[in-house]
């Protein structure tokens, strides 16, 4: 099993490497959803450079809802991508693999739709198709995700760590509120400081506006400390995700949980849920939400 | 011109006979397995032949939502279950999963429409489906105009849009706000509606938001009466009305509304839209707008204050029958009304013709000081004809 995180920056790249990162994810705002940091082509190939010379890998998460003005584009970013030759491709909108098909590059993409990936028949139906891996659903309790695992035929990743996002709009709602209640909406837009709170609930929930619409995310993070040596007998790919955190969050957790992976440390594992538990919990993991009920 | 099929929702056996009597040409029901809408009454396999094979006999379709996205543990049955509902003559199953896409495909001769969970909402993945041979995308909610000809341009597969009735705020099939906020999954039928719930909004500790106002997210419902042209012109195949939820009423409204534009359109004759906007209002009971199809959603497009409205008319009775000789209506009671209120009879043509009650009699000619038990059999003069499946309104 790799871990796979996403730097906030190409020059702590080497650090996270050091702390025993394998893949690194970074993307482009324009093509891709909840980044912790928008790399441009330039920083996406100096990455490259600094990956291949520490012998890691680059993924790129190209996981935009494709509008059909956005094909042109996302058609030359691939083209890119094919002559950076990155080692994978996250999307979450089939038009992206129509368009890598027609490159030929569907063999390194990722699918990562985040809530469709949900029982061991998706590995079957999508290693039919060429791509190279894909991401289970964050709903998807440890016990399903073992069993996906066991009948899996391509790479399967989860998010294993970070927030969580749950929700995406194409509506611009923060703009839209703030129109109507008063009259500056603007600082408001592309604003990561943002909570919701909902009126019964004591949560409050990360949220914020892009150009491809309006996020919110869960209140706390996941982590999966206690789990990741069950996981790593079957996962392919291990996901550390930073939005809202910065880059020592990052290192910090990237050596835990390679300090896990070492059977001296395993007892630490209850240690790190601990620390954690003020902002953090195992989302899903253990927790079967139900099924057709109302 | 190619004349597009009319979609309704069918909540039970009864709702379906009234979208047909009132126009659609096609119906959508849940079944009892793998689909998502666990309120509405869904149907069982018997209810789906005695559906379709009242669809059939009318030359109108019947389609199945088998659009759940499935667990481990939700598998068992699918393939029997996708035989019966192919053995009840249903006309095409809607999809969200590809195990419940492939096992269709391998065990059935279904045919396979790509639900509006899974948020198609360009043309290459529409094509992706196309060549998965499927013959039909319901495509998503977001979509303008525009970017439904761009699809109309770029692909064979049939175009299914929503026309009317509640929305998604979020890409359908993307959202586990429920799953998270009261853990029943979104994608399994659970959805809690939590978009539609009250929120304040903080930039981190200072609330933005009066106490008066929250922050809300909630979208109006779609109505498209000034767009129909327009998807006709584009060449939608088929145009859906949303709410297997909703009342008889709302659906013969919004249905009969819908067909006569489509018909007057597409038999060029002179279309009068304020007359249709008109008729549509009286089956609201949330606000409108028209979502996204003139392009991104404005504060118009969103629901504020829970501003709501009821409708501006109520439905209080259901014609079973009408004699004559007598003059005399039998109707079912479905909400209160009195001796002296002005009605308004609706009907599958269209027609609107009103009166005044005069005597309320129940079936033993006892006379009722008012009809105010649901569901009662009751007598009724009505000075010109009525037929079985009018709807009385009360004008107010």
Known sequence: MKIAVTPFSVSSIEKLSKEGADIFILGNEKYANRLVNSFSTIEITEARNVIKELGKELYINLNLMLHNRDIEEVTKFLTFLQELDVDGIFFGDLGVYMIAKKLGIENVLIYNPETLNTNYYDTHFWSKKGIKGLTISKEITLEDINEICTKKELDVSIIGHGHLNMFHSRRPLIENFFKYSRDEYEKFINNRNLKIVEEIRNESYPIFQDNHGTHIFREKALESYQEINTLKNNLDVFIIDGIFKDTNYLVETVSNYKALLEPKNQHKAAVFSKIYERDHDSGFLYKKTVYDKY | ?396
């Open chain 2, 1 to 396: 011109m190619k004349k597009p099929e009319l979609l309704a929702p069918a909540g039970n056996l009864e709702k379906l006979k009234i979208a047909f009597m009132y126009g659609a040409d096609a119906v959508f029901v849940g079944g009892k397995k793998f689909s998502l809408r666990a309120r509405a009454s869904n149907f069982d396999i018997p209810q789906i032949k005695e559906a379709c094979d009242f669809a059939h006999n009318l030359n109108k379709k019947v389609y199945v939502t088998t659009n759940i996205i499935p667990h481990n543990d939700n598998i068992e049955g699918l393939k029997d279950y996708l035989k019966d509902l192919e053995e009840a003559g249903v006309d095409a199953i809607i999809c969200a999963s590809p195990i419940i896409i492939d096992t269709a495909k391998e065990h059935t001769n279904l045919e396979v429409h790509i639900s509006t969970q899974l948020s198609n909402t360009n043309y290459e993945s529409v094509n992706f489906w196309y060549e998965e041979g499927i013959k039909r995308v319901v495509l998503a909610r977001e979509l303008n105009k525009e970017e439904l000809q761009e699809l109309r341009d770029n692909t064979e597969c049939d175009m299914e849009v929503f026309i009317h009735g509640g929305m998604c705020v979020s890409y359908s099939g993307r959202c586990t706000l429920s799953n998270n906020m009261t853990d029943r999954d979104a994608n399994r039928g659970g959805c809690a509606h939590s978009c539609r719930w009250n929120y304040d909004i903080y930039e981190d500790e200072s609330k933005l938001n009066d106490d008066e106002l929250h922050f809300a997210m909630s979208s109006k419902d779609l109505q498209t009466v000034k767009h129909i042209s327009d998807l006709i012109d584009i060449g939608v195949d088929s145009l859906k009305i949303e709410g297997r939820m909703k009342s008889i009423h709302y659906i013969a409204t919004v249905v009969s509304t819908y067909r006569k534009l489509i018909d007057n359109i597409c038999d060029d004759y002179e279309v009068d839209l304020p007359k249709y906007l008109l008729e549509i209002k009286k089956a609201e009971n949330r606000l409108t707008s028209h979502g996204f199809m003139d392009g991104m959603t404005t504060i118009n497009e969103q629901l504020y204050n829970m501003r709501s409205e009821n409708p501006t008319q109520e439905f209080v009775g259901l014609v079973h029958d009408y004699d004559e000789e007598t003059f005399i209506a039998t109707i079912e009671q479905r909400n209160h009304f009195l001796p002296g209120d002005e009605i308004e009879v609706f009907s599958p043509n269209f027609n609107h013709l009103q009166f005044k009650v005069e005597e309320i009699k129940d079936t033993e000619g006892n006379i009722l000081d008012a009809a105010r038990h649901p569901k009662q059999m009751l007598k009724l003069f009505i000075p010109f004809k009525v037929s079985k499946y009018d709807m009385l309104r009360k004008v107010k």
